[in-house]
């Protein structure tokens, strides 16, 4: 089993819709997490850490789930410019350290 | 925010040279710097963790004679692959972070290395 798993998608939704992405964890342990953006044959970049308690920022929403070790990401009013690989990340410790990375959800928003 | 820079962004090397890559903090100094390896459509994987001034630590099968990291700076990190196969073709990419665990750590822009 993959420590982290996501489904690769791609998704592919209209501008302005509201899109959902699911990331699953195997390692309990785990104290960090987080979503990463990617860009075609670019670095990844943070998108947004993942509290416990869920957090928004703008039209992003994360919420982590522990005891189901399950970490989702909401787009609201999707642009053409969210097109992107999001990655899912954990870490046993804090974020400065290593990083588990899923294998990433590709995100097309379309006219 | 930070700037990690990745030189060079792309090379192609012939079977058999080696091949370094820098990765630099320009802003910070970096106590600790990471190296991942990214394959197409698979996840970012992670080779070794370097500490400035002692000798990195390699994950679980990635060989440490192959892949040397050098960390002798607070603001430089070296990848050598060394005796390079076109297997190693791939994406590398360093992160480095300023201190704490739980501090950001930033990403370099990567170096894509094809290897014929």
């Known amino acids: 089993r993959k420590e982290v ?3 690769p998608g791609p998704f592919n939704v209209p501008e ?16 960090s997490f ?8 670019k670095e990844p970049k943070l998108l947004m850490s993942v509290y416990s308690s869920g957090n928004e920022d703008g039209r992003f929403t994360a919420q982590l789930n522990r005891a189901s070790q399950y970490i ?8 053409l410019s969210d097109s992107a690989t999001y990655l899912c990340v954990v870490s046993l410790t804090g974020g ?16 | 925010g930070a700037v990690v820079s990745q030189h060079p962004s792309r090379v192609i090397c012939k079977s058999g040279t080696s091949v370094k890559i820098e990765c630099r903090s320009l802003d910070f100094q970096a106590t600790t710097m990471f190296w991942y390896r990214q394959f197409p459509k698979q996840s970012l994987m992670l080779m070794a963790t370097s500490n400035e001034g002692s000798k990195a630590t390699y994950e679980q099968g990635v060989e440490k004679d192959k892949f040397l ?3 002798a700076s607070l603001t430089l ?4 692959v060394t005796s390079a196969h076109p297997e190693d073709s791939s ?4 992160s480095a972070r300023a201190g704490a665990t739980n501090t950001e750590a930033f990403f370099g822009q990567g170096t894509r290395l094809t290897v014929v």
């Open chain 2, 91 to 94: 994406f590398y990419i360093c």
């Open chain 2, 69 to 71: 990291i050098n960390h």
């Open chain 1, 5 to 7: 798993e996501q489904d």
């Open chain 1, 16 to 31: 302005g819709a509201t899109v959902a992405f699911n990331c699953t964890y195997s390692n309990s342990a785990s104290q």
């Open chain 1, 72 to 79: 989702s990401l909401l787009i609201r009013d999707s642009k």
């Open chain 2, 77 to 80: 990190s070296t990848l050598t």
């Open chain 1, 96 to 111: 400065g350290n290593k990083l588990t990375f899923g294998t990433g959800t590709q995100l097309k928003v379309e006219l």
């Open chain 1, 34 to 41: 987080f979503w990463y953006r990617q860009d075609c044959r």
